[in-house]
């Protein structure tokens, strides 16, 4: 395999590290060149680490063009792979001769890259903000840059996700801060602590607020002192704002570091203030000292620091929380030692220069494969299909539930199928999109999902309960009619553990019995819906009894609840007892505020008995919110809400902190048998009381009939065997996780 790079060669920040740490080590499993746009010291370093390098500059950019494309016609290159506006011009137009694949690394928002420059901002700037969309494909160093991209209407399956990598082993020649204090001539005191940056001096990296903050931080602690390093357009401004606040003696601005780590070495606390980030290689720096750091929330930074647990985190512009933070990180060693020991582990892990080559090695082989792919097709008949597989569901509703059994279906896939292709119908496409990295469609606009049928192998509705008329018979037709036109245009269609009814209209039970009867394969979730379609009378297509796809997800264990929970105000060190509710249908008003009087009751209950905070866990925020409001403002005592969008794994972190949850959503009580946190049960449709009969979990009836005594004597039998019950979900869930798991390998089947 043969790849050029073709780079500005003005580099000096991140990217130039990037760049000259990957092409190093991809050097010796391919064949690389690195082509720079101007002579000096980006070539020159390039060639002294050992990189082929080719250098192209002249006054005419038309002649340096030419010679790019002879460049690439002469050495047969498989790959141009572009950073940064001058290297993505270049790579366009050699795309465009050549015709070779082109794939850039996005280091950094491009509509952001020339914020100091109102001329290059409409002119290079503009210019590659309209090439970037006419490349092959896109390479991001954080997934913030892929939600960017998708949001901007970048297509997702031409996204990849690099993490920036680097040696990790600390470099041996630094300064002593006696030595830093003579060479920069400042005053340092042995006791004083010292904050730093070092970034190039211009809007993007906000220096400003690093400035409003050091005002308040040295009006408390006057032996916090500030260490500035970098160059740029706002060099002067800068420093007359640090004199106007009267920060002479405790701001100090360096000048141009040669060597950052002579900064870093000596720093108590290392500090970013950017308002837009990729995934800065300066954070890495830090991490190699093991320096305790204080950063925005952009970007990829997040993919790194996790805040109270390895370093801060606050939100850019916010002067006051960073002072708080630096005050807090000042007056207490132990936790700058703890931080800094923590963000190297995860660095060191996560970020090592052999994870970066080896993913962009499968990106190149990703590339090349879909190249193939597509000439393959282009020379074959009409016949051949673009997506493996279309799903469906109740998706791009902010339901936790839904999102779940998504999540599940799509990993499923992808681990029995790796280059499997997915489109996903949803209501919120581009938010489906982003999160789960897969092509979407609008579930309403009928004309696209044609086309796409068209084009697909495998139709599935993917868990949920959808066959049913007890919301409407507007929706089971729609469900239906969906999976009719997908029969109609040859697909494969499989119902993937979904719930089946309940379905109380004839007339609607005689267009499901004759569509699903028309599907190649049908999971139900539970025996009701399994027993429902018997009852139906459908005999045509496999019917295996499975379990809910959700109990298929594969949860990230590393999640720091503590900090979810600090962040909603919810008591640390604490127990807890979680409640999900939701509006009751076909309740009447009196009803419904009796069940929320029930609620309010239990809440209180538990608190004072067993000293667990009541904790409200919205499964669909904006359907669940009113009732909790209204079922606290009945309570006694206190009541808190997870009131923030969490993600599938973070959800799962917020309910195993539980000891018991009382749920009336099905996916709550689905989390918690996951999680092996005891659990009651309250039905208001047949799916609750099918999944509870299946783990053998208790209920306490219908919605309608709730009763606080029936409801307290469960919590009392529950919390009083509470280890006993555990073990039972252990076994039992651990069954339906294996069952769960073999709707993935069914669809598998219909598609090899």
């Not at 004309?447 to 007890?470: E, H, P």
């Amino acid at each position: 395999m043969k790849v050029l790079h073709i780079i500005g060669g003005g580099d000096v920040g991140g990217a130039k590290v990037h760049v000259l740490n990957l092409v190093k080590e991809l050097a010796s499993n391919i064949d690389v060149t690195l082509l720079s746009l101007r002579p000096g010291a980006f070539a020159d370093e390039a060639r002294a680490i050992g990189i082929k390098v080719e250098v192209i500059k002249s006054l005419n950019i038309y002649s340096d063009i030419k010679k790019a494309i002879k460049l690439v016609k002469d050495n047969q290159f498989d790959i141009i792979h572009s950073h940064g506006s001058k290297g993505n011009i270049f790579a366009y137009v050699i795309k465009k001769a050549c015709n070779i694949p082109v794939v850039t690394t996005i280091h950094s928002d491009y509509k952001l890259d020339y914020l100091h420059s109102m001329f290059k901002r409409l002119t290079i700037g503009l210019i590659n903000s309209r090439v970037l969309r006419k490349l092959n494909y896109y390479i991001v160093v954080t997934s913030a840059f892929r939600k960017m991209l998708v949001e901007r209407g970048f297509s997702n399956d031409r996204i990849f996700t690099i993490l920036n990598g680097m040696d990790m082993g600390r470099p041996s020649a630094v300064l002593s801060r006696d030595e830093f204090s003579e060479k920069y001539g400042i005053p340092l005191g042995a006791d004083d602590i010292l904050i730093g940056t070092a970034a190039r001096l211009d809007p993007v990296k906000d220096i400003g607020t690093l400035l409003d903050a050091a005002r308040y931080v040295v009006k408390q602690n006057p032996k916090v002192k500030f260490l500035i390093g970098g160059e740029g357009e706002q060099e002067k401004e800068l420093k007359a704002r640090s004199a106007e606040l009267g920060l002479e003696r405790n701001v100090f601005f360096l000048g141009w570091l040669n060597n950052p780590y002579e900064l870093i070495s000596v720093l108590d606390i290392n500090t970013m203030t950017s308002i837009s980030e990729g995934f800065p290689y300066y954070l890495l720096e830090g991490a190699r000292y093991s320096k305790a750091t204080i950063c925005s929330r952009v970007g990829g930074i997040p993919d790194l620091i996790e805040s109270a647990a390895n370093g801060y985190l606050f939100e850019p512009k916010d002067f006051s929380t960073l002072a708080a933070q630096i005050l807090d990180l000042a007056s207490d060693r132990s936790k700058r030692e703890t931080f800094g020991k923590n963000l190297y582990e995860k660095a060191n892990r996560l970020f090592s220069l052999d994870a970066m080559s080896k993913t962009q090695m499968n990106i190149y082989e990703a590339i090349l494969k879909d190249i193939s792919n597509k000439k393959s097709i282009k020379s074959k008949s009409a016949g051949a299909k673009k997506y493996d597989v279309i799903i469906s569901g109740y998706y791009g509703f902010s339901n936790i539930g839904d999102d779940a059994m998504l999540r599940s279906i799509i990993d499923n896939l992808r681990r029995q199928k790796p280059d499997i292709s997915i489109l996903v119908m949803s209501k919120r496409p581009i938010e489906t999109s982003i999160n789960y990295n897969v092509n979407t469609i609008n579930r309403k606009n009928l004309f696209a999902v044609y086309s796409a049928m068209k084009r697909a192998k495998l139709f599935i509705y993917g868990g949920g309960n959808i066959i049913q008329d007890s919301t409407s018979s507007r929706s089971i037709l729609f469900y239906l009619g969906i999976a009719w036109l997908a029969k109609k245009l040859g697909l494969k269609v499989m119902f993937y553990a979904n719930g089946i009814g309940p379905i109380n209209k004839n007339r609607n039970t005689e267009y499901s019995r004759k569509i699903l009867d028309k599907a190649d394969v049908i999971t139900v979730r539970e025996k009701i819906s399994f027993d429902e379609l018997k009852k139906m009378g459908i005999t045509k297509p496999k019917v295996i009894l499975t379990a809910d796809a959700a109990l298929a997800v594969h949860v990230d264990n590393t999640i720091n609840t503590d900090d979810i929970f600090i962040n909603e105000g919810i008591p640390l060190n604490a127990s807890y007892a979680g409640f999900s509710v939701r509006k009751c249908p076909g309740c009447d008003k009196q009803q419904h505020a009796k069940y929320e009087q029930i609620i309010a009751e239990a809440a209180d209950y538990v608190y004072n008995k067993y000293n667990l905070i009541p904790v409200f866990i919205p499964m669909q925020y904006y359907a669940d919110i009113v009732t909790i409001q209204n079922i606290i403002s009945k309570m006694k005592t206190r009541g808190y809400v997870i009131s923030n969008n969490h993600s599938v794994s973070e959800t799962f972190g917020i309910v195993r902190k539980l000891s018991i949850m009382i749920g009336m959503r099905l996916h709550a009580l689905i989390f918690a048998a996951y999680m092996n946190v005891p659990l009651i049960g309250i039905s208001y449709q047949p799916k609750v009381e099918g999944f509870l009969e299946y783990i053998d979990q208790p209920s306490v009836g219908h919605v309608k009939e709730l009763s606080y005594t029936v409801l307290r004597n469960k919590i009392d039998q529950l919390l009083l065997n509470s280890d006993a019950v555990k073990l039972e979900l252990e076994k039992s869930v651990g069954a339906l996780v294996v069952k769960a798991e073999e709707n993935s390998r069914l669809a598998i089947e219909l598609i090899s």
